[in-house]
C-alpha cells in the first residue's frame, strides 16, 4: 500500500467517520442546548467511564488481530479471537451488574443509577462488534465499514430527535398518546444514552454475514501467544484512558474548593473538551487507515523513510486544524453556549486541549516502533509514567485552578509521552523524523494563536445581547475573522514554500503545485 493508497483508506474510513463524528458532536451540541452545565454533567460523566470499560473488554485484541493477521491463517485467528472475546464480554458484563452498586457510588451517579445499566449494555454491544469491524477494517472493505458507522449515527440521531421533539412535546402538552407515554421528564439527558444502546445495538446486527462466516474453532497456542502480545496493550490502552478521561470521572472527587459547583463545571468542562473535535476526529480515522497499513508495510525495504513522511503529512494537517480552532474560538463557543452562555466560561482551555490532542497523535504515530519491534511493555511503561503524571496534576491543579488545571495536566502528559516515546523509538527501531521542522511548525502555530487572541482580540468590540453570549459588531467582527484568515494564509504560504517537493508527490492535489 502506497501513501496514495494511505490517502484513499483515509477518505473511505474518514469522510464517513468525519461525517458520523459531526453529527455526533451535533448530537452532543444539542444536548448542550437542551440542557444547562448542572443536566448535562451526568452525560460527562457516563462517557468519561465507558473508554475505560472498553480498554477492559477489548483487551487489545484488535490491534493483535492486525499482528497476528500477518503471519497467521486470518480465518482461524478470527474465529480464535472471536470465541475469546465473546466468552470475557460475556463474563464481564456479569461481574458489572453483580457490582453495580459500588461502580454507581465510585462514579458518583447515583442520582441515575439506570444510566450505569445503560451504560453497561453500551460497551457489551460495542465490544462484540470490535473483531468483525477489524476484519473489514484488515480486508480493506471500507464501504461496508464506513456503511455502518453512519447508520448508526444516523439511528442514534433520529432516536434523540424522537424523544426530544415529538415524545417530549406531546408530554409537555399534557396528550393521552403512546408518544407521550414514552418520554419521562425524569430521565434528562438519559435518552441519549438509550439512543446509543439501540445504535450500538443495531449495529452489531448489520454485521450477520462477518458473524456468519465464524466456526467454532479455538487454537489455544495462537490465544496464549496473542494474549502474550496484546497484554500489555491493556496497560496501555487503560493509561491512555487515565490521560484522557481521569479528569472527568475525579473530578468532583479532588474539587476541594467549597464555593465551586463542581457538576456545573464538570458540565462546562466537557462542553468545551468537544471543541477539540476536528483534531480527534483526524486521529481517529488516521489510526483507522494507518495501523493496517503500517503493520503491511513493515517488512518492505526503506519503510522507516515513509513513516517519516506520514508523520510529517500528519503534523501539518493537525496544525492547520489548530488554527481552524484556535482562530475562530468565537464562532465554536457559539455552538455550545448560544442558550446557556455559562458554557463559555471554559473557551480558553479549548486551545490548550486541542494542542494536547496533537501531542498524542504524534504519539500514536511514533508508537508503532514497539508494535513491530514486539516490546509493547516498553509502550506500557510509557503509558504508566504518563498515567502517574496524570493524577498526579490532576490531584495538585484541580483543586486550585478547577477545569483550566486539568486541561493543563493533559497538555504536559501528551508532551512527556510523545518526548519519551521518540526518543525510546529512535533507540529501537530509528526512524528519520523531520523533528526540527515538524517542532518549529507546532511552535508557530501556537505563536499565531497567542497573536490573535492576545494582539488582537482584546481591542475588539462586543455589544452584550440579552440571554445570549456577548457578540462582535460589524467592524470587530471584520477584523476578528480577517485576520483569522490572514493568520491562516500566511501559515499557507510557509508550507508551500518550504514543502512545495513534498506538495507535489501527494496525490489529488500535488498537479495543482
Not at 470521572?249 to 474539587?255: E, F, G, P, S, T
Amino acid at each position: 500500500m502506497s501513501i496514495k493508497k494511505l490517502a484513499g483508506q483515509t477518505l473511505w474510513y474518514g469522510v464517513p467517520r468525519i461525517v458520523s463524528r459531526f453529527l455526533n458532536f451535533g448530537v452532543s451540541l444539542l444536548g448542550f442546548q437542551l440542557f444547562d452545565p448542572n443536566g448535562s454533567y451526568p452525560f460527562t460523566q457516563i462517557y468519561a467511564v465507558i473508554p475505560f470499560l472498553t480498554v477492559l473488554f477489548t483487551y487489545g485484541l484488535e490491534t493483535s488481530f492486525f499482528r497476528f493477521a500477518q503471519t497467521t491463517d486470518k480465518k482461524k485467528l478470527f474465529n480464535t479471537l472471536n470465541i475469546s472475546i465473546w466468552i470475557t464480554t460475556l463474563a464481564m458484563t456479569l461481574l458489572l451488574f453483580a457490582f453495580k452498586g459500588p461502580l454507581t457510588r465510585f462514579i458518583e451517579m447515583e442520582k441515575y443509577p439506570q444510566f450505569v445499566t445503560w451504560m453497561i449494555w453500551i460497551v457489551f454491544f460495542d465490544t462484540l462488534y470490535t473483531i468483525p469491524m477489524a476484519k473489514l477494517r484488515l480486508e480493506e472493505r471500507p464501504r461496508k465499514y464506513a456503511f455502518i458507522n453512519v447508520f448508526s449515527i444516523l439511528l442514534n440521531i433520529a432516536i434523540i430527535l424522537f424523544f426530544y421533539y415529538v415524545a417530549k412535546p406531546a408530554h409537555d402538552a399534557g396528550e393521552n398518546s403512546f408518544f407521550a407515554l414514552l418520554y419521562n421528564p425524569e430521565i434528562g439527558i438519559g435518552y441519549f444514552i438509550i439512543a446509543n444502546v439501540v445504535a450500538s445495538a443495531v449495529s452489531l446486527l448489520l454485521l450477520y454475514k462477518e458473524f456468519a462466516s465464524f466456526k467454532f474453532e479455538f487454537d489455544g497456542k495462537l490465544w496464549k501467544d496473542v494474549i502474550h502480545y496484546s497484554y500489555p496493550l491493556i496497560i496501555v490502552g487503560f493509561g491512555g484512558q487515565i490521560n484522557e478521561m481521569l479528569s472527568r470521572v475525579i473530578y468532583r472527587k479532588v474539587l476541594t474548593d467549597p464555593r465551586a459547583d463542581a457538576e456545573a463545571e464538570l458540565g462546562i468542562f466537557g462542553a468545551n473538551y468537544k471543541l477539540a473535535v476536528l483534531v480527534t476526529i483526524f486521529i481517529q480515522i488516521f489510526r483507522m487507515a494507518a495501523e493496517p497499513f503500517f503493520f503491511n508495510q513493515s517488512r518492505n525495504e526503506g519503510v522507516q523513510k515513509m513513516y517519516a513522511r506520514v508523520m510529517k503529512l500528519f503534523v501539518i494537517a493537525c496544525c492547520f486544524m489548530f488554527l481552524i480552532v484556535s482562530l475562530f474560538l468565537d464562532f465554536w463557543v457559539k455552538l455550545i453556549a448560544t442558550k446557556h452562555p455559562e458554557y463559555a466560561e471554559g473557551v480558553h482551555i479549548v486551545p490548550i486541549i486541542t494542542m494536547a490532542s496533537i501531542f498524542l497523535g504524534i504519539y500514536y504515530n511514533l508508537s508503532i516502533w514497539y508494535k513491530l519491534t514486539n516490546r509493547n511493555m516498553m509502550g506500557a511503561y510509557v503509558t504508566i509514567a504518563g498515567a502517574v503524571i496524570t493524577i498526579i496534576l490532576n490531584i495538585i491543579f484541580i483543586p486550585q485552578w478547577h477545569y483550566t488545571g486539568a486541561a493543563w495536566a493533559t497538555f504536559i502528559c501528551y508532551a512527556f509521552m510523545m518526548a519519551i516515546s521518540y526518543a525510546q523509538g529512535q533507540k529501537y527501531y530509528p526512524i528519520p523524523y523531520a523533528k526540527k521542522k515538524l517542532i518549529t511548525y507546532m511552535v508557530i502555530v501556537s505563536l499565531l494563536y497567542i497573536i490573535h487572541e492576545y494582539a488582537i482580540s482584546p481591542f475588539l468590540t462586543r455589544v452584550q445581547k440579552p440571554k445570549h453570549l456577548p457578540a462582535l459588531t460589524g467592524g470587530s467582527f471584520l477584523i476578528y475573522y480577517g485576520s483569522s484568515l490572514l493568520l491562516i494564509g500566511l501559515f499557507t504560504l510557509l508550507i508551500v514554500k518550504v514543502e512545495k517537493k513534498e506538495m507535489q508527490k501527494l496525490p489529488f492535489i500535488g498537479k495543482y503545485f
